[in-house]
C-alpha cells in the first residue's frame, strides 16, 4: 500500500489500480481522436511552476521589488489568502518588463536541469504509442507557458497545443495582461476555447484537474493526489501510479 493509499479507507480504495500496459492498453482501446494530459505530476514529478518562479529568483531574474512582490503573494497564498487562481496568474505576471526570449532561454536551462530527468518513463512511453496511432495531443497546465511549451517538446507535442499560464507579449516585451490562467475549472474553460468540449482521454494527477476530468469520454487520473483519488472512487475511474512518482503533490502552479 503506497502513501497515497495510506491515507484513504478501504472503501475509498476499492477502484482499479492500473500497471502501466493495462494503462496503454485501456487507452489505446478508447480509440481516442485527442487526448489532454496535465503536465506537473502527470508527464514529470515535482512542480515546475513554483521550482521555476524560486529558480529565476535564484538567477535574479527579476528585481528585488519584484522578488519581493511575489515572496509576499506566494506567503499570503500559502496562508490561505490568496487563490490558486490568482497565485498562478501571479507567477506570470512577475516578469513583466523582460523580453520574451529571454524567458524561453530561462524556461529551456529550467527544463534541462530539473524537468527532463523527472519524466515519467510511462507517460512518455504512452504519449509516444499516442503519437504512433495518430492522436492529436494537448498539454493543459498552470505552470507558465514557457515552462510547460519546453517541456512538453520531448512528448512531441507542438507549443500551440500548450494551454498554460500566460501573459500578453508585446513586441517581444512581456506584459501583465493574463491571456490565460488554466486551473481548476479554467481548464475545461481553456479546452473549450479550444474547440475541445469533449476530449476524448484526459489525463490529471490532481484536483485541479477534476474539472477536465469529468467533461472527458474516458478519464485517467495518474499518480493522484488523496483528493483526486477519493473523487475517481465517486466516478468509478482507475488510477495509474509512475514508478518514480515521488510522495508528494504539487500544491500550486502546476496543477
Known amino acids: 500500500m503506497n502513501w497515497i493509499e495510506e491515507r484513504l479507507t478501504r472503501t475509498q480504495i476499492e477502484i482499479p489500480k492500473w500497471t502501466a500496459p493495462q494503462l496503454e492498453r ?62 498562478c496568474g501571479a507567477m506570470v505576471q512577475m516578469y513583466a518588463g523582460l523580453r520574451d526570449q529571454e524567458l524561453r532561454v530561462a524556461a529551456a536551462q529550467y527544463v534541462e536541469k530539473f524537468v527532463r530527468p523527472r519524466i515519467f518513463p510511462e507517460m512518455a512511453s504512452l504519449v509516444a504509442a499516442l503519437r504512433k496511432a495518430g492522436v492529436e495531443i494537448w498539454a493543459v497546465s498552470s505552470t507558465c507557458k514557457w515552462v510547460v511549451a519546453e ?24 506584459s501583465s495582461e493574463l491571456v490565460d490562467v488554466p486551473t481548476d475549472e479554467g481548464k475545461a474553460a481553456s479546452l473549450a476555447r479550444a474547440g475541445l468540449t469533449v476530449p476524448d482521454a484526459v489525463f490529471g494527477n490532481s484536483i485541479h484537474d477534476l ?15 488523496p483528493a483526486l483519488l477519493q473523487a475517481a472512487a465517486k466516478h468509478g475511474w482507475g488510477y495509474f501510479v509512475p514508478q518514480d512518482a515521488e510522495g508528494g503533490h504539487a500544491a500550486v502552479g502546476g496543477e
Open 26 to 87: 485501456l487507452v489505446l482501446e478508447t480509440n481516442p481522436k485527442v487526448a489532454v494530459f496535465d503536465c506537473d505530476g502527470t508527464l514529470w514529478g515535482g512542480d515546475a511552476g513554483s521550482g521555476f518562479m524560486v529558480w529565476t529568483l535564484q538567477q535574479s531574474l527579476v528585481s528585488r521589488s519584484t522578488t519581493d512582490w511575489i515572496d509576499t503573494r506566494y506567503r499570503a497564498y500559502q496562508a490561505g489568502q490568496v487563490s490558486e487562481l490568482e497565485i
Open 151 to 174: 517541456g512538453v517538446r520531448d512528448f512531441g507535442i507542438p507549443e500551440d497545443r500548450v494551454l498554460a499560464a500566460e501573459v500578453r507579449v508585446v513586441d517581444g516585451i512581456i
Open 211 to 225: 474539472a477536465m476530468l469529468r467533461i472527458a469520454r474516458h478519464a485517467f487520473p495518474i499518480n493522484p493526489s
